[in-house]
Every structure is written in C-alpha cells, then in structure tokens.
C-alpha cells in the first residue's frame, strides 16, 4: 500500500503541494504547509518502502523531493524559515537518508544520492546561504552546517565510506571538499569572514582538517592522492 498525505493548516495562505506516486510500493509521501506561499513536490516512482516528508512553516519557500527507483531510503526538508529552496534527488539505490532544515533566510541547498546507506545532512540557520552535496557510492556520509551568512559549501563524495562536513559559523566563506576513493575523511571549519578552504582526497585512507578560526580573507588548500 503506498501512501500520500497533504495538510495545509490554519492559517495556510496560497500554498501549492503536489504528490506523484507512480508504480511505487509500500511508500509513504507527506507535505504540510502552514505558512504562506509555498511550493512543495514529491515524486516517488518504481520504488519499495521509501519515505518522503516536506513540512513548510515559513512563507515564500520552495521544497522538492524525487525519490526514482530508491528503496528504503527517507527524505525530509523542514523550512521553517521564509524564501529558502530545498532539493532532494535520489536515484537508483537504497538505505539512503537525506535531510534539510532551513530556520534561517533566502538559503538555497542541493542534495543527490546514487547507491546505498548514504547519509546526507545540511542545516541552514543563517541567511543567503548555499549548499550542495552530492553522493556516488556506498556507506558515504556528509554534513552541512551554515549559521553564518552568504555562505558556499560545497561536498562531492564518488566511492565508499567517505566522511565530509563543513561548518560555516562566519559569513562570505567558500568552502568545498572532493572526495574520490574510499575511507577517507574531510573537515572544515570556517568561523571567520571571506575565507576559502578547499580539500580535495584521491584515493584511499586520507584525512584532512582546515580550521578557520577568525579573521577575514584567510586561503587553504589540501590535496592527497594516493
């Protein structure tokens, strides 16, 4: 049995919410929205017991999610704040679990998972923000965390058992990390303004942390490959 459930409460004001499950088994899709002026999405199709669930509070925001032959895989965006946009893309696997949680303003955040047991998390507290993560494999996990703002985090992992997180506590930073291979782990912390750090891992087995304390306009690069 696949289920579909949209709530629009009191006091809801010009919201849009669509559902499309097609040959989709055992599934469950769920949009409310309670503030005003919403857009939210969810395509579900030839997948098995998958859970989609976009909750919109704020006003003016843009959520979607298409889960296309996952399996067993949960997607959820809370917006709670006002302007934000929020994409959930998987595809051909299964055991993934992607969220976004948007408290802050004008935020944009991306998410794509191919493959199995991939965990994918951004969180946006801060305004202007963007965030992309993109995943290719097996058993790879990654966080997002922006409460400063204009901030650009940026996480690619293609392989298995990856480990990546970026933490934007300043505001104007760059920050991307690149990960190709297995087992390998990434951190950057950017707690300062107008700073770029970027770390990118070939192979297998490396691990790389960049902290930006403070200060303003500060540059690092890592690169192991192996």
């Given at each position: 049995t696949t289920q579909a459930y949209i709530s629009q409460l009191s006091p809801s004001i010009g919201n849009s919410a669509t559902i499309s499950q097609v040959d989709e088994v055992d599934s469950i899709a769920e949009i409310t929205q309670s503030g005003r002026d919403n857009v939210a999405s969810i395509l579900q199709t030839t997948g098995t017991s998958n859970l989609a669930s976009i909750t919109q509070d704020g006003d003016d925001n843009l959520a979607q999610i298409d889960q296309i032959g996952q399996s067993n895989s949960t997607a959820i965006i809370v917006q709670t704040?006002?302007?934000?946009?929020?994409?959930?893309?998987?595809?051909?696997?299964?055991?993934?679990?992607?969220?976004?949680?948007?408290?802050?303003?004008?935020?944009?955040?991306?998410?794509?998972?191919?493959?199995?047991?991939?965990?994918?998390?951004?969180?946006?507290?801060?305004?202007?923000?963007?965030?992309?993560?993109?995943?290719?494999?097996?058993?790879?996990?990654?966080?997002?965390d922006q409460s400063g703002d204009g901030n650009l985090g940026t996480i690619t992992q293609i392989g298995d058992d990856n480990y990546a997180e970026i933490i934007q506590s300043?505001?104007?930073?760059?920050?991307?990390?690149?990960?190709?291979?297995?087992?390998?782990?990434?951190?950057?912390?950017?707690?300062?303004?107008?700073?770029?750090?970027?770390?990118?891992?070939?192979?297998?087995g490396h691990m790389a942390t960049i902290v930006q304390a403070g200060g303003t306009g500060n540059y690092a690069d890592v690169y192991q490959s192996n």
């Open positions: 704040g006002d302007d934000n946009s929020a994409t959930i893309s998987g595809s051909l696997g299964s055991g993934n679990n992607a969220s976004i949680d948007q408290s802050g303003t004008t935020n944009v955040a991306d998410l794509y998972q191919v493959g199995e047991l991939n965990i994918a998390s951004v969180v946006q507290s801060g305004d202007e923000n963007w965030a992309t993560g993109d995943q290719q494999g097996i058993g790879n996990e990654l966080l997002i300043g505001s104007f930073n760059e920050a991307d990390i690149y990960q190709d291979g297995s087992g390998n782990w990434g951190s950057i912390t950017q707690a300062g303004d107008y700073g770029a750090a970027y770390i990118t891992q070939l192979g297998t």
